[in-house]
């Protein structure tokens, strides 16, 4: 065995065990709760729950800042505690930064940078972010990513998939095989900055006349695989502007260019953003725009994929149970029974339905901030009821994206007439321009083959 395989091998080893106890333990906690009756400190419990998350700086941790985007999808002492995490997760010290930047950039690092902060500005899963000044005067960020971060990966994908196996041994009726090949090829994705450079150049391309969205420029002569160098967008949180209770035209105007972010690289590029949490998008200084940030986790869509989206949607308008069964063809879902398909639609209702509604309104028509864990309870209930169902793995990012950004049109209390905003976008569509218009973005900025995943 090479050294290097066997560093990695007890990296995982030493992270297998650390997650294991410690997730074990705040589950044992949830259960004694939930089944038995016996009461928690949920304050001190939600402590414990982000320093665990936040210290194993993994995949791990992206499964609270999602959870923490959905109202009331955990209780408020853990979406609280939950929700620091999306931007300030535990940073590494000055001696990890000399180190990493001397390996990435040179033992003369420094000469490179006017200045470099010692602190990190910010800090999430996967490395943490710090302000510097180029010798021309350019305010960039740097993002170092975490030591050891491969091996950490891996046995959060191992502790993922072992979990997946539990719970399908007492609940299979979403079969989560190609799930796991999805997040697998996602998250190895995301380690290579390289890559990440290349997709925020495709996003700069995609929203270049989008003048709500910003994206950073990613400097080339100072990125690699575990350094990305990009110039610096000026922005604050969206939480702490929400605290400060905008009005209702400003939190429409972030509504509409987190509609733009998200939805002009999907129905006109076939690309989605499949991370929609709070830290990913920070506020303007002008309180009209957003700052559109962290590129790692990108799906590139087929073609036929964004069809088989909007073949639902008019399916959906019309009542037409054959497009339907076509759509969910053209995602991927295979010899798909009618009751199953029925199932599927009563969500489907539920994503489009502010789609279809042509007027100004809340994303959700029904005062119940609860109304969408009921539907997917409901859906839930409906595919066990017809022997479940296996989801093509084109769905996962999709979904996730769909429910996030949702959930935080949600929060800002934005109305909206998103009909007429979804329609703009589709306009004229046809899938050969789509496929053109893909190719040449993903073409221009030199974004590499996805990653396939190891047997």
């Known amino acids: 065995m090479s050294e290097d395989r066997e560093n990695t091998l007890f990296g995982e080893i030493r992270r297998m065990a650390r997650t294991s106890g410690a997730v074990g333990g705040i589950a044992a906690r949830v259960a004694g709760e939930r089944f038995l009756g016996i009461k928690t400190d949920k304050a001190a419990h ?141 998250l190895r994705e995301e380690l290579d900055y390289e890559r990440e450079a290349a997709q925020m150049r495709m996003y700069g391309l995609m929203l270049r006349d989008t003048p709500d969205v910003h994206v950073p420029t990613p400097v080339k002569d100072l990125t690699t695989k575990r350094l990305l160098t990009m110039t610096w967008l000026d922005g604050r949180s969206i939480l702490a502007r929400l605290e400060e209770k905008p009005s209702l035209e400003e939190r429409n105007a972030y509504a509409k260019a987190l509609f733009h972010a998200w939805y002009v690289p999907l129905y006109r590029y076939g690309v989605i953003h499949g991370d929609p949490h709070l830290g990913n998008y920070q506020v303007r200084e002008d309180q009209r725009g957003i700052n559109l940030l962290d590129f790692g986790a990108i799906r590139v869509f087929p073609p036929r994929f964004i069809t088989g989206t909007l073949t639902l949607y008019e399916a959906v308008r019309d009542g037409d149970n054959d497009k339907a069964a076509h759509a969910f063809e053209l995602w991927g879902f295979k010899e798909l029974k009618r009751e199953t398909m029925e199932v599927l639609l009563h969500w489907a209702r539920f994503l489009y339905e502010p789609l279809l509604d042509d007027r100004v309104r809340p994303v959700q028509a029904v005062d119940d901030p609860d109304f969408g864990r009921k539907v997917a309870a409901e859906v839930h209930a409906g595919l066990k009821r017809v022997g479940g169902v296996r989801p093509p793995r084109e769905f996962v990012l999709m979904d ?10 949600l929060r800002l209390r934005s109305e909206m007439n998103w009909h007429d905003m979804f329609h703009e976008l589709i306009e004229g569509y046809r899938e050969a321009d789509l496929a053109q218009r893909q190719a040449t973005a993903l073409a221009e900025a030199g974004v590499p083959p996805t990653v396939t995943p190891a047997a």
């Open 46 to 186: 939600a402590e414990d729950l982000k320093s665990i998350l936040g210290g194993l700086k993994g995949p791990l941790m992206k499964v609270a800042q999602f959870l923490s985007t959905v109202p009331n999808a955990l209780p408020e002492e853990y979406a609280q505690q939950l929700a620091s995490l999306q931007a300030n997760a535990p940073p590494m010290g000055w001696a990890f930064v000399r180190r990493r930047m001397g390996t990435e950039l040179g033992p003369a690092w420094e000469s490179r940078f006017r200045a470099f902060g010692r602190e990190a500005a910010a800090a999430a899963s996967l490395g943490q972010v710090h302000r510097a000044t180029m010798l021309d005067g350019t305010q960039v960020a740097c993002k170092l990513q975490y030591p050891d971060m491969p091996s950490v990966v891996e046995a959060d994908l191992r502790q993922l998939r072992l979990a997946m196996g539990l719970y399908a041994r007492m609940d299979n009726t979403i079969q989560h095989d190609d799930v796991y090949e999805e997040l697998r090829e996602r």
């Open 400 to 409: 996730r994206a769909a429910v996030g950004l949702g959930s935080v049109f």
